[in-house]
């Protein structure tokens, strides 16, 4: 069983950044394909980032990209998302996921664990 604990949410101005940061409790997160999610109240869990474990392939939502960067340390324990040029539209609980398999997704189905969440809230 692998336990996800994200942090680094909060209250921000439009147009400013947060980084998140995800790590799995006692554990490495080396072969594990990483990936976020956010959902804001009312809607669907939605796609935002997600990283490969081998060579750190990396895929973005439209929404995203270019204001995101997703990333992992060096001995892989923990996962992050640089969130830059926030907008009142990205204000949601934002969840990180592990993927077993290695490889990440866009699909949340495709994940094996995940963790509770960390609220963001952009103001504008």
């Known amino acids: 069983q692998v336990q996800l604990v994200e942090s680094g949410g909060g209250l921000v101005q439009a147009g400013g950044s947060l980084r998140l940061s995800c790590a799995a409790s006692g554990r490495s997160l080396s072969t594990y394909g990483m990936g976020w999610f956010r959902q804001a109240p009312g809607k669907e869990r939605e796609f935002v980032a997600t990283i490969s474990w081998n060579i750190g392939i990396t895929y973005y939502a439209d929404s995203v990209k270019g204001r995101f960067t997703i990333s992992r340390d060096n001995a892989k324990t923990a996962v992050y998302l640089q969130m830059n040029t926030l907008r009142a539209e990205d204000t949601a609980v934002y969840y990180c996921?592990?993927?077993?398999w290695g490889v990440g997704s866009r699909h949340g189905e495709e994940y094996d664990y995940w963790g509770q969440g960390t609220q963001v809230t952009v103001s504008s």
């Open positions: 996921a592990a993927d077993r």
